[in-house]
């Protein structure tokens, strides 16, 4: 089976499809997507199809060594998301062609339905309080939530506290019973995590997520060692030998990013070398329904899963974005909090391409926000 074209759609609010070709008419979608980077992202796929337009489809691993270390410059979240969307599209061709989800294709599922989360935004705790509340209704038990907005490296006993009454009113607005996940964003320093996680311990959360940015991974020891909540990350690691320092620094949450972490294959990998140092599996996705469904059939065949992320409620645009770009959004309906366990062939979606044809037509330039602190200087988003 030779794969003989491709299509790629940039569509709302902020992402880029991939439509693989083969000649035998079976066709493959994955998600190759760096937010903000799109059209940056759409060359690179373009680049790798001159190797790929002609080659079998049922070599995924080798493509995936090729795409990965055939261009001599290995890394980085470009080259990253383009094997990451190609690699999706490869497992959902060879799934369809065998009439099995890509689960069965990884091992068999060891379980039968995958829990979810979704975000809550806001600024003033009241707001946050109501957004969890209403992802409570939607049928979820798990939310996050950025505990700041913009913060200084060192910042006042006034903004600490925010972040505290931040955290407390969702703590406050959901219980006991739901779990309430912390995503720093990056925007705390090694110096601040250590001072304001303590404080934060009595509320429970669920973990807390790149507490320092990403090239501050070799010292997240440091934050690890100073508080008792879960230390999470990986959205901003491309490879298994990008999270080897997370883990070796004590991490307990893996993070990687099915659409940037060169796809199902590497994803699949980087859980395996978590379970090694006893750290769970929870998939960043604030992406489009190809990227929630590729994780959700890495999470169905991996045993320490712990969580899924995905994009309603998200904030980026219109919720319709997820589901609106399926024929039938019944895979993703949650059942107490979970997504029962996709038995369609390939990645377990139907993508409706006229949808995705009309939405490409608009396009998008989504690009990251820039966000200056008080003094003019670069802040972290
Ligand atoms: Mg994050």
Redesign the pocket.
Known sequence: MKIVGYELFLVEPRWLFLRLDTDEGVSGWGEPIVEGRAATTARGVEEAMEYLVGQDASRIEDHWQVLTKGGFYRGGPVLGSVTAGIDQALWDIAGRALGVPVHQLLGGPVRDRARVYGWVHGSEPAELAEAARAQVERGLTAVKMNPSELLAPLDTPAAIQRVVDRVAAVRDAVGSQVDVAI?C?GRFSTAMSRRVLPLLEPLQPLFV??PVLPEHTRDLDAVVRSTTIPVATG?RLFSRWDFRAAFEAGIAVAQPDVSHAGGISETRRIAAMAEVHDVLLAP?CPLGPIALAASLQVDFATPNFLIQEQSLGIGYGDDTGLLGYLVDSAPFTFVDGSIERPTGPGLGIEVDEAAVRRAAERGHDWRTPLWRHADGSLAAW
């Open positions: 995503d964003h997520e790149e959205e960043h």
